[in-house]
């Protein structure tokens, strides 16, 4: 079969979804996330599916692309909220699948720490949970948004936010930031 109309329709839209990264918005979070760094804070991220693989893999492109042989004595102290299944499935099937974030942060956002939501529709209700609870603490968040942006695009302090209604581009694109905090910070020094 020839899907090659496919194929090069998919590439135009993930084209016009990576022109829509605001380089402005996407300045201000690599500089909280910087900023986390140099204070020592927690980084959390979390997302379902999808985009709590992009959360996991951001997380070790932090914890060890970033901070293996830094000769500054800065590392990233970043923390996905997906990769503990054993505490997920506990907290999923005695307390609520709505709680799975939250409930962890509770036992470690400090004041100071960032946390990151990741989520194609910025709907997720885990999410959103555990957003609410973090700035309910006075921490900051960062959220980063596919289709209308949702709940998620209107509470987080920094909302970047792609504007495509289309699951799989907005998770490339999601994830294409992560690579990009990673060009970014890696040529920068400590």
Same mark, same amino acid.
């Given at each position: 079969m020839d899907f090659l109309k496919r194929i090069d329709n998919y590439k135009e839209r993930l084209k016009v979804a990576v022109d829509n990264i605001d380089p402005i918005i996407l300045n201000e979070m690599?500089?909280?996330?910087?900023?986390?760094r140099d204070e020592q804070k927690q980084i959390f991220f979390m997302g379902n599916g999808g985009s709590g693989a992009s959360a996991s893999h951001i997380v070790g492109d932090l914890n060890k692309g970033l901070s293996l042989g830094k000769t500054c004595g800065k590392r990233y102290r970043s923390i996905s909220l997906v990769d503990n299944?054993?505490?997920?499935?506990?907290?999923?099937? @005695?307390?609520?699948? @709505? @709680?799975?974030?939250?409930?962890?942060l509770k036992n470690f956002l400090n004041e100071g720490d960032l946390v990151i939501g990741i989520s194609g529709s910025g709907n997720s209700e885990n999410i959103l949970r555990a957003?609410?609870?973090?700035?309910?603490?006075?921490?900051?968040?960062?959220?980063?948004?596919?289709?209308?942006?949702?709940?998620?695009?209107?509470e987080?302090?920094?909302?970047l936010h792609i504007p495509v209604d289309d699951m799989q581009i907005?998770?490339?694109?999601?994830m294409m930031i992560g690579h990009m905090i990673f060009s970014v910070l890696y040529?920068? @020094?400590c």
């Open positions: 690599i500089n909280k996330i910087l900023q986390a299944s054993p505490t997920l499935l506990s907290l999923a099937n @005695d307390v609520s699948y @709505d @709680d799975i974030f939250v409930e962890q957003v609410r609870y973090a700035k309910e603490r006075g921490n900051t968040v960062i959220g980063l948004t596919g289709f209308s942006g949702g709940k998620l695009k209107e987080a302090d920094i909302s907005a998770e490339d694109a999601h040529h920068t @020094d």
